[in-house]
């Protein structure tokens, strides 16, 4: 059974960090792209950062490119995304999300909440 288990949301204050973890199991890690997505209230969902697990190649939206951070430790078949900086539209439900590729995940995880205070 595939599963990408989030970790690490919680409520900050704006300029604060925060580092999510994305634990995956039931499929060979280093064969999938791993992403972060995020959706707020009343928008859209959107690409925040993605990793490639067999070279390490990464992709950063504009808006948090320079503040966030994606890296893989694939002896725990694990995604962390370090969050400095936040600012209050950061806000938003994150997704871990897997996929053979960047941008079109497979497998989703539940989510975790983030939220930025001004």
């Known amino acids: 059974e595939v599963q990408l288990v989030e970790s690490g949301g919680g409520l900050v204050q704006a300029g604060g960090s925060l580092r999510l973890s994305c634990a995956a199991s039931g499929f060979t890690f280093n064969d999938y792209a791993i992403g972060w997505l995020r959706q707020a209230p009343g928008k859209e969902r959107e690409g925040v950062s993605c990793?490639?697990?067999?070279?390490?190649?990464?992709y950063y939206a504009d808006s948090v490119k320079g503040r966030f951070t994606i890296s893989s430790d694939n002896a725990k078949n694990t995604v962390y995304l370090q969050m400095n900086s936040l600012k209050p539209e950061d806000t938003a439900v994150y997704y871990c999300?897997?996929?053979?590729?960047?941008?079109?995940?497979?497998?989703w995880g539940q989510g975790t909440q983030v939220t930025v205070s001004s």
């Open positions: 990793i490639s697990s067999s070279d390490g190649s990464t």
């Open positions: 999300a897997a996929g053979l590729v960047c941008g079109h995940p497979d497998y």
